[in-house]
């Protein structure tokens, strides 16, 4: 990756020396060894880690206990469609099984049985007080497990991590390798061993929701972001306001 946290040489950025921001430029590689080896030892500058969620997908069904705990799913969504089916409603909505979002993709077959859905969250974080550590991180949350199981720190899996203290210029470069990743799994699909059920099956990856606070939802949904005219979330039409002459819009409905 960039020196600097610009981009990470990834996809398009593959085969670049240099850090193709051009207000930076940095060199991809530790310029001292490069410059001791007359330019034949490349060794990256700054390196960010990615963390491939299949295996860790497949370390979650191989304990009974966990295996069991992933059936949650399946199980209250067939109560639920059972029950929409008899009283044509649902009465309470506490549960991400319960909305439109999740219902219509299971009952159009695009979610089965053995198929596991995903969110992912996006945030940076600063690791030490008083000290420049900003840095960059998703991670996965399975929305098979059962609410209070799921955002849980030993069942939330890691990601990726960006080391800071910049903020990244193109987070798409960043994220490159592990959505292919995700890409990959959900077109060939995932074998895994139910140690619950001494079952051998093939899973399919679900990703139900991309979620983030306001300033990092402008990474997933390519929008303004909350400080532009336009800065909702959803395409509301709400136009903001801001002083004259000033950058920064506000979403006011009432002038004061």
């Known amino acids: 990756m960039c020196l600097e946290t610009c981009v990470g040489f990834t996809g398009p950025f593959t085969d670049l020396e240099t850090c193709p921001v051009s207000s930076c430029c940095a060199s991809r590689w530790d310029p001292g060894r490069l410059c001791a080896s007359n330019g034949h030892v490349k060794v990256a500058a700054k390196k960010f880690t990615t963390i491939p969620l299949g295996p860790q997908l497949q370390a979650q069904y191989r304990d009974p206990h966990s295996a069991r705990a992933m059936h949650y799913l399946y199980e209250c969504t067939q109560e639920i469609i059972m029950h929409l089916w008899e009283t044509?409603?649902?009465?309470?909505?506490?549960?991400?099984?319960?909305?439109?979002?999740?219902?219509?993709?299971?009952?159009?077959?695009?979610?089965?049985?053995?198929?596991?859905?995903?969110?992912?969250?996006?945030?940076?974080?600063?690791?030490?007080?008083?000290?420049?550590?900003?840095?960059?991180?998703?991670?996965?949350?399975?929305?098979?497990?059962?609410?209070?199981?799921?955002?849980?720190?030993?069942?939330?899996?890691?990601?990726?991590?960006?080391?800071?203290?910049?903020?990244?210029?193109?987070?798409?470069?960043?994220?490159?390798?592990?959505?292919?990743?995700?890409?990959?799994?959900?077109?060939?699909?995932?074998?895994?061993?139910?140690?619950?059920c001494n079952l051998v099956f093939c899973s399919n990856l679900y990703l139900l929701f991309p979620t983030a606070d306001g300033p990092g939802l402008v990474y997933w949904d390519g929008m303004v972001g909350h400080s532009g005219k336009n800065g909702c979330r959803i395409y509301c039409g709400v136009v903001s306001c801001r002083k004259t002459n000033g950058r920064h819009y506000y979403p006011v409905l009432i002038k004061p």
């Open 88 to 196: 044509g409603e649902i009465p309470v909505i506490d549960n991400i099984t319960m909305g439109l979002d999740y219902l219509s993709p299971v009952l159009h077959g695009d979610i089965k049985e053995n198929d596991i859905v995903l969110m992912v969250s996006l945030d940076s974080a600063q690791l030490y007080e008083h000290k420049d550590s900003d840095c960059w991180m998703y991670i996965w949350i399975i929305v098979n497990l059962a609410p209070d199981q799921r955002y849980q720190k030993i069942h939330d899996h890691p990601g990726r991590f960006i080391p800071g203290p910049n903020k990244p210029k193109n987070l798409d470069s960043f994220l490159c390798i592990g959505v292919r990743h995700i890409a990959a799994l959900q077109k060939e699909g995932l074998k895994f061993w139910d140690a619950d």
